[in-house]
């Protein structure tokens, strides 16, 4: 790891307020679809703890199950290699399905991963992640809901690491490398 130190991005506040809205928004659209339950999926590490409070904010019943991807390895450079280390435990056909990510850089790993579930026949499929930097995009996703639009910064905290640490901040915080 570089010399850095942590600078706060989103205070905890501001996180939990979102979430809330989120979660309202997201039982909101499935009730007026008639959906009865839901499948929300997390991708590992990173979504654990938006996960936690996200199903929290959703007043439908609903399943949890866990996914994990990887394209970054240990250091803050990006590469479009995705790989599925971890796939879901259980069905998605035919059921209304709700991805959870921590961040959307490119939007490669998710492009993949829709790719993948989509071949599943599920009756939906959408898309919720806490941080989108949409300015990084390279290809399209859909994302029906985004918590905050980020600036091109390598952030850190709420489940988020820079080499494995920081995931238990309970903000979001930026790494400024120290020259
Ligand atoms: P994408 O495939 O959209 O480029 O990248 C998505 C993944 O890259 C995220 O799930 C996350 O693991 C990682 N990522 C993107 N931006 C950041 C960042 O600012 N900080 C950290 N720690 N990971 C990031």
Same mark, same amino acid.
């Given at each position: ?5 942590? %600078?706060?991005? #989103? /205070? ?8 809330? %809205?989120? !979660?309202?928004?997201? $039982?909101?659209?499935?009730? %007026?679809?008639?959906?009865e ?9 990173? *979504?654990f ?7 929290r *904010?959703i007043d439908? /019943?609903l399943?949890i ?11 803050? %450079?990006? *590469? &479009?290699? =995705? ?12 059921? &209304?399905?709700?991805?959870v990510?921590? #961040?959307?850089?490119?939007?490669? $790993? ?12 599920p009756? *939906?499929?959408?898309?919720? $992640?806490?941080?989108?930097? /949409? ?6 996703? /859909? ?6 639009? #980020?600036?091109?910064?390598?952030? =850190? !905290? ?16 930026? =790494?400024?490398?120290?020259?």
């Amino acid at each position: 790891m570089k010399k850095h130190h942590i %600078e706060t991005l #989103i /205070p905890k506040e501001d996180v939990r307020d979102r979430i809330r %809205e989120l !979660g309202a928004e997201i $039982t909101r659209f499935y009730k %007026e679809k008639g959906a009865e339950n839901l499948v929300v999926i997390g991708l590992l590490r990173g *979504s654990f703890m938006f996960m936690a409070d996200l199903v929290r *904010s959703i007043d439908i /019943p609903l399943e949890i199950d866990f996914m994990t991807a990887s394209s970054y390895g240990n250091s803050m %450079e990006t *590469s &479009h290699d =995705v790989k599925i280390n971890k796939d879901l435990d259980g069905d998605i056909y035919h059921r &209304h399905v709700l991805i959870v990510e921590d #961040i959307i850089d490119t939007g490669c $790993t998710l492009q993949k991963i829709r790719e993948i579930l989509q071949l599943r026949e599920p009756a *939906s499929l959408q898309i919720c $992640t806490l941080l989108d930097k /949409p300015f990084r995009r390279e290809v399209e996703v /859909p994302v029906k809901w985004a918590g905050f639009p #980020i600036p091109d910064e390598f952030v =850190v !905290g709420y489940g988020i690491d820079y080499a494995q640490y920081y995931r238990n901040l309970d903000y979001i915080g930026k =790494v400024v490398i120290e020259e």
